[in-house]
T-cell receptor, first 110, second 117 residues
């Protein structure tokens, strides 16, 4: 079945450092790919998405490119802030169900 | 109110209690979901409702009983729970469940933190 594998955390960074969270997927067909973010004490919220190969999703300085050849959707940000501290989830939408990765906890220190 | 609202935010119950979690969405969505989020484990899909009909029960124990009276409201009735059921229960909604693209982008509530003693 469809599945998503993302790098395990936790990840601790200093402010203004670069962040990359790796995500690879296994799916039949042509899924949509998502990154969700969960800030402390809150539910998940959509960060960005890409619905077809070579699409780039972007939001709040984060970017991810849908790479069909490597079945990847890595999340990147060039300069993180303390407010980016959160748990990040890669997700895949197949026929009708959303499959989530295990989540990566990111802590940004001032 | 806008978005997806869950109540209560925190719940502590004994193993013999009966309680319910409530979820309400104000987005005009047709599909609603319950997820379980436990520490150090992936999000677990529990139930999916589409147009009030249950379309997914992910082998959830019968001590969890969902109810979806209309497309805007979703309940999770809890009975005779175990300590390992302690978790954050997340409700979500989406416009639909079919196909890829935007229809199944989920909007989540803030969750109900359940502790079973």
């Amino acid at each position: 079945g469809d599945s998503v594998t993302q790098m395990e955390g936790p990840v601790t960074l200093s402010e203004e450092a670069c962040l990359t969270i790796n995500c690879t997927y296994t799916a039949t067909g042509y899924p949509s790919l998502f990154w969700y973010v969960q800030y402390p004490g809150e539910g998940l919220q959509l960060l960005l998405k890409a619905t077809k190969a070579d699409d780039k999703g972007s939001n709040k300085g984060f970017e991810a490119t849908y790479r069909k050849e490597t079945t990847s959707f890595h999340l990147e940000k060039g300069s993180v802030q303390v407010s980016d501290s959160a748990v990040y989830f890669c997700a895949l939408s197949g026929d009708y169900k959303l499959s989530f990765g295990a989540g990566t906890t990111v802590t940004v220190r001032a | 109110e806008t978005g997806v609202t869950q109540t209560p935010r925190h719940l502590v119950m004994g193993m013999t209690n009966k309680k319910s979690l409530k979820c309400e969405q104000h987005l005009g969505h047709n599909a609603m979901y319950w997820y379980k989020q436990s520490a150090k484990k992936p999000l677990e899909l529990m139930f999916v409702y589409n147009f009030k009909e249950q379309t997914e029960n992910n082998s959830v124990p019968s001590r969890f009983s969902p109810e979806c009276p209309n497309s805007s409201h979703l309940f999770l009735h809890l009975h005779t729970l175990q300590p390992e059921d302690s978790a954050l229960y997340l409700c979500a909604s989406s416009q639909g469940t079919g196909g890829t693209g935007g229809a199944n982008v989920l909007t989540f509530g803030a969750g109900s933190r359940l502790t079973v003693l």
